[in-house]
Structures are given as structure tokens and as C-alpha cells.
């Protein structure tokens, strides 16, 4: 990671000044480029005045002084906080954060229990609920001749009834059934019931026709 220093010396040697020539035309002292230079910043006086040397020294070599001033107040507070922390606690600190293999494994058992109950929680959910009912044909108020044909899907594991009288179902659940009636109005109640006792009912209105 470069640091203020780094990006000034840099540009200055990519342009190929020396520290006499950086210093006629900044006015700033050799002493003090050299000490930007190295990050020394407990030679130089305070803060802002680092700052307007950093800025007149950036646009001698053509650097973007916003951002290397950004990167010097990274750098300076770090080193102030060095400074303020006992010896021993500002490595730690500033070093990245490891979970020791205790944490991890913690964390380990608390996603495979979290995953647990939450399967747990969506199987009670699905136990509990109603069983899916689809009619696939007849449309409501379509005209047809007897037998009519009823297709359909609901769960694999539910009973279902057509105005009371039970339809067999294939292993995925769906199922294809004839209904018989006489000319005239006729309605299809199929009610799907789960092994909870849970039932899903829909009512299909026809019209029954003798033309073919």
C-alpha cells in the first residue's frame, strides 16, 4: 500500500527533479521534501501546514493533491494512533481480524442449526397447509357433450372428491376423471383434502349440451 511519501517521491523521480530543484520551485525547505518523502511527519510541524506543503509539492509533479492528501491523513492518523496505544496493542489492532478455530467451529454448528430449523420450520409450514388444487380443463362456463373429462393436479398424498364421489390419483398426484350428467346446467365441486384434514375446494360451472 504506497503511502503520501511514496507517491510524491514517485512522481518526482518519474520527472526526474531533484530535491534542489523541488525546493526553488515549491519554496519549500530540502529538510522538509525529505520528510514528506519518508513520512516523517514528527519532524515536520503540524498538520495543516503538511497539508499545504503536500499540495504545492503534488502540482510541481503533476499529482492529483486531493487524493494525496487523502492518503496522508490515512498515514498520519495511523501513526498518531501508534503513538497513543501502549507498545504491543497497536499491531494487533491494526491487523486484520482472524476468528480463532474455536469461533469458527461455533459458527459452523450455528448455520447447520439455523439450516435445521429453518428445513424444520418450511416442512411444518407445508404439513399444515392446505393441499394445491388445479383444474386443468373444463373452463368455467364451457359448453361440452357428456361425458365431460376432468383433468387435473393436486398433492400426491391428498383425497379427492367430485361432488363427494372419490377420484383416484396417479403417484404425482394428477388425475383424469369422466363426469356423466343430463343436458342443462351442471356443477363440479372437487375438494382436495390433506391427510391433516385440511381441504382446498373448486367449483366448476358447465354447460352440458346433447350436440356434439
Avoid: C
Avoid at 435445521?116 to 364451457?142: D, H, M, R, T, W
Avoid at 372428491?161 to 365441486?189: M, R
Amino acid at each position: 500500500m504506497q503511502t503520501a511519501g511514496d507517491l510524491l517521491k514517485n512522481a518526482r523521480l518519474k520527472k526526474k527533479l531533484t530535491f534542489t530543484q523541488v525546493g526553488k520551485l515549491t519554496k519549500i525547505p530540502k529538510k522538509t521534501l525529505k520528510a514528506l518523502e519518508k513520512n516523517q511527519f514528527d519532524k515536520l510541524p503540524p498538520s495543516t501546514y503538511i497539508k499545504g506543503f503536500i499540495k504545492n509539492y503534488a502540482k510541481v509533479v503533476n499529482l492529483d493533491f486531493q487524493k494525496t492528501i487523502a492518503v496522508f491523513k490515512r498515514d498520519y492518523h495511523r501513526q498518531k494512533q501508534k503513538k497513543i496505544l501502549p507498545p504491543g496493542l497497536s499491531q494487533p489492532l491494526n491487523s486484520p481480524w482472524q476468528p480463532s478455530s474455536r469461533t469458527r467451529t461455533l459458527v459452523s454448528l450455528a448455520l447447520v442449526v439455523f439450516l435445521v430449523l429453518s428445513y424444520l420450520a418450511v416442512a411444518l409450514f407445508k404439513l399444515y397447509q392446505p393441499p394445491k388444487l388445479e383444474i386443468f380443463q373444463p373452463e368455467n362456463g364451457q359448453t361440452l357433450t357428456s361425458p365431460v373429462l376432468i383433468k387435473g393436479k393436486t398433492d400426491h398424498d391428498a383425497t379427492l372428491t367430485l361432488n363427494g364421489k372419490t377420484v383416484n390419483l396417479e403417484s404425482d398426484g394428477s388425475f383424469i376423471t369422466v363426469y356423466n350428467g343430463p343436458p342443462g346446467t351442471a356443477e363440479l365441486k372437487l375438494q382436495a383434502t390433506s391427510r391433516r384434514h385440511k381441504s382446498t375446494q373448486t367449483t366448476r360451472h358447465i354447460i352440458i349440451t346433447n350436440q356434439p
